[in-house]
């Protein structure tokens, strides 16, 4: 049985409604809570991991509708949720994030702000009690519990700080998200490296994705992994004014590492070998990444844990993306929206004699079957997908319900409840092929060959060699991270995000290049009158 470390009290960690600062105790107590060592950690320390998942929309890292996953995937050149005829219009959001087209005043956005700083209030409440409660510690417990707290806080401050680069940085309970200053996003970004290489050396040296007193948390790996993360897009998150063209050099930013000076793609794959040295490795198998039961495998760095009888935290992607019909085949719901662009699906090689073997592995295509047997609509016909007939809005097309070739990264749990959006497949959120293909394109920056850590995850899905160019890496990253939440990441990166792609034609007012981050929700204005908005956009709707 799956096992996550849970608080021993009902402490009440309710959905934030209001001021961000709430009290996260109830009535009971705090004598009768806090009497050991163990009491301090688990409803301290341990609560915060009820928030990194999630079943409600805009909550949760991963798994959910609206949210942080919504944002950096449907915004891309990856993946779509098209208008089909009378389904997801929705008000025009799913269009909306596609044409960058995101109002100020959009719920979603700002409830995706609220959720990412609530936690970030309830881990400064942590250290708070932490240092109330130090007594019941010894020194190394008392370094390690804080060590643990601020390297969660800086995971999402990582979130809110790629996304919406100015942001308040509120770091004691003394301070609150409603008066706060706003932090240039390149002082953020020097604090968050700062914090987890503090972090770092303190936290647990186990596995996080296997199940144990590690599982589900923030440990070495998954600092480093960060890490690395963050010295990749050093010269994104070092740019203090992302619409005048003039993004610092990653060859003249530096960082000291472990007590040496290194540029940022130096740091990148010296935080890279740090993940390799504890252990991880690519499996031999890459679907087993995504098992209902993938809580064994080498490479999967940082997880949600999901089980259908433990823990509220959902799924709902698969549910999103298939037909009706295939749902019911698979004894499950369904609701027929998500699928890969078209330019996804050429990326693969669809229709080629050289279709990259992750093809099938991350998308159901063309005629559809379930246990051997071909799914049927409900005139009797073949359910068919049809990867190249996607449009924007589906609803005068012939292939208004088939368009599309839809999600299969995960294998189907055909006992998941809830129509299959609580399976047990553990959601993945850090995994080691991402850490050899940072450090190939770390090493194409920097002037050197990238070649063998990018041909490495490619003959593991049985693909031949290619040339490490930065070209063929963000191909190579869209092929083997499909449907994992980085492809916004990586086309900013790449300098592509605000240009044309797909069907995408990008307006000439997002030359700027305004659009690489989301504008500061007006609700988040209105309630702080020191935040300023984000160049390009309006402060109110």
Not at 175 to 203: C, H, M, W
Not at 329 to 354: D, I, K, P, Q, R
Not at 385 to 410: C, D, F, H, Q, W
Request: hydrophobic share 35%; net charge negative.
């Amino acid at each position: 049985m799956k096992y996550l470390l849970r608080p021993l009290f009902f402490l009440s960690i309710l959905t934030l409604t209001g001021c961000l600062d709430e009290n996260t105790r109830d009535s009971l107590d705090e004598q009768q809570v806090y009497t050991s060592a163990k009491d301090v950690y688990v409803n301290a320390v341990a609560t915060l991991y009820n928030h990194i998942g999630g079943d409600k929309d805009s909550e949760g890292l991963q798994g959910t509708y609206r949210g942080v996953y919504d944002h950096n995937t449907f915004t891309t050149d990856e993946a779509i949720i098209p208008v089909r005829g009378g389904d997801w219009y929705d008000g025009g959001f799913w269009m909306d994030l596609y044409t960058h087209n995101w109002a100020v005043d959009s719920k979603p956005l700002y409830d995706t702000w609220k959720y990412l700083y609530k936690v970030i209030v309830f881990c400064n409440d942590a250290l708070a009690t932490i240092d109330k409660y130090k007594q019941l510690l010894t020194d190394e417990q008392y370094k390690a519990y804080r060590a643990e707290v601020r390297a969660i806080r800086a995971l999402y401050y990582y979130y809110l700080m790629d996304m919406f680069g100015n942001i308040p940085l509120v770091t004691t309970v003394s301070e609150s998200t409603e008066n706060a200053e706003q932090t240039g996003r390149p002082e953020v970004y020097k604090f968050i490296v700062k914090e987890l290489q503090d972090a770092a050396p303190l936290l647990s040296t186990g596995h996080s994705n296997l199940v144990g007193t590690d599982y589900g948390r923030v440990t070495r790996s998954v600092a480093n992994f960060l890490l690395a993360k963050l010295m990749l897009n050093g010269e994104v998150y070092s740019d203090a004014d992302w619409t005048d063209n003039q993004q610092p050099k990653g060859t003249r930013i530096y960082f000291a590492v472990d007590g040496q000076q290194m540029n940022i793609w130096q740091a990148c794959r010296h935080y890279c070998d740090k993940v390799s040295s504890d252990g991880f490795t690519l499996t031999t198998d890459y679907p087993s990444n995504f098992y209902v039961h993938n809580e064994t495998s080498p490479e999967n760095i940082f997880v949600i844990p999901v089980d259908k009888h433990l823990y509220k935290n959902q799924f709902q992607y698969l549910f999103r993306s298939r037909h009706y019909a295939h749902g019911d085949a698979l004894g499950t719901g369904a609701e027929n929206g998500a699928c890969a662009t078209v330019s996804t699906v050429n990326t693969f090689g669809y229709g080629t004699n050289n279709v990259d073997k992750r093809y099938a592995y991350n998308l159901y295509s063309d005629t559809v079957r379930v246990d051997g047997n071909t799914v049927l609509l409900e005139n009797g016909k073949p359910l068919i997908y049809m990867p190249l007939a996607v449009e924007m809005n589906l609803t005068y097309s012939p292939y208004i319900k088939t368009a599309g070739a839809r999600m299969a990264k995960y294998e189907v749990d055909r006992t998941g409840y809830n129509d299959g959006k609580n399976p047990n497949n553990d959601i993945v959120l850090f995994r080691y092929a991402d850490v050899l293909l940072m450090k190939a394109e770390a090493a194409v920056r920097n002037g050197g060959n990238g070649n063998t850590e990018m041909n490495l995850v490619r003959s593991r899905s049985g693909m031949g060699n290619r040339t490490a160019t930065l070209d063929n890496i963000l191909a190579e990253r869209l092929m083997e991270l499909m449907w994992e939440g980085w492809r916004r990441n990586d086309l900013i990166r790449f300098n592509r995000f605000h240009q044309s792609y797909d069907l995408r034609t990008a307006p000439t007012t997002e030359a700027d290049r305004h659009t690489i981050v989301f504008p500061i929700p007006s609700r988040a204005l209105a309630l702080n009158e020191k935040l300023k908005q984000n160049k390009g956009y309006k402060a109110q709707p």
